[in-house]
């Protein structure tokens, strides 16, 4: 069984409660042991490094100290704590100086960054360390009667010096786990695009444009749903779809799902097991 430090993301503790429900249900199916990090604190999203690039670099270096405290690999399902944490990291690894003063500080709690621990994605651990071989082999209920729009947002892509795993202006992982579970992928070019999230309480109006374009390509490609490997993506596209498409002058609807969702149905899981219930698209 391989074993994960799991990093419990605020919008996953709060918003999106069935993303991490579905996670539980299926872990084990898959050989994956996904250790919780309860000790773990905000990773300050996109913002603190601008409001403190010091104590960015210290909670995200106590976020990793408590992994490698465990002697694994920190593991995320949100793109955002993602690109946030690695690219603390990569800071963290790049100045002796900066590690020592974090660490100074660290060594209070009896915890020490020291740069062992890989921060990953979960659609990344699927894909590279449980294969889609074995996924296929898992699969009870296989997605065959859906067209898929994937959407991965942009926080797993870019920027590429930090994220590096697909190409940003094609990627492709999403859409491989998608055809290992059974389901078509529909042509999609908003697949790589942002979903206006982080622009959303200071520019709604733009931001929700944003989503309405690629809510519509999605439902213009008669897709059956959009699947996406991120809460934030999935709290705009889901929560705030029927303010976004009325917006947009645009009456229809399309249900949103995360890749832990579409992975339990795969595996068999009910949708009452899984909290899809709790979508506010239905």
Not at 15 to 29: A, G, H, N, P, V
Not at 54 to 74: C, M, S, T, W
Not at 161 to 175: A, F, M, Q, Y
Not at 188 to 209: D, I, Q
Request: hydrophobic share 40%.
């Amino acid at each position: 069984m391989k074993r994960y430090a799991y990093y419990l993301s605020c919008i996953n503790e709060s918003m999106t409660k069935e993303l991490d429900r579905s996670i539980d249900l299926w872990q084990k199916d898959l050989d994956l042991e996904l250790i919780k990090l309860h000790e773990s604190t905000c990773c300050g999203g996109s913002n603190l490094e601008y409001v403190s690039p010091k104590h960015f670099a210290l909670v995200n270096a106590r976020n990793i100290a408590h992994a490698e405290k465990l002697g694994l690999d920190l593991v995320v399902s949100c793109n955002t704590c993602l690109m946030t944490i690695r690219t603390a990291k990569k800071k963290l690894d790049s100045s002796a100086e900066l590690k020592c003063e974090v660490n100074e500080i660290l060594k209070k709690e009896g915890l020490e960054y020291k740069g062992t621990s890989e921060v990953r994605h979960l659609l990344w651990i699927l894909i590279e360390d449980v294969g889609l071989d074995v996924i296929k082999s898992k699969v009870k209920v296989p997605l065959k009667n859906y067209k898929i729009a994937p959407f991965y947002g942009c926080h797993i892509l870019r920027p590429s010096t930090v994220l590096g795993k697909d190409n940003p202006l094609d990627p492709s992982s999403l859409d491989q786990l998608i055809e290992a579970l059974g389901g078509t992928t529909i042509p999609y070019e908003h697949k790589n695009r942002c979903c206006g999230f982080h622009t959303l309480l200071v520019a709604e109006e733009e931001s929700l444009n944003v989503a309405a374009e690629a809510l519509n390509e999605a439902i213009e490609s008669k897709a059956d749903f959009i699947v996406t490997p991120c809460p934030l993506c999935h709290t705009v596209l889901d929560g705030y779809q029927a303010k976004a498409l009325k917006q947009a002058h645009i009456n229809a609807s399309i249900p949103v799902f995360h890749l832990s969702e579409m992975v339990g149905l795969a595996l068999g899981y009910t949708k009452k097991q899984l909290g899809i219930k709790r979508h506010i698209v239905s």
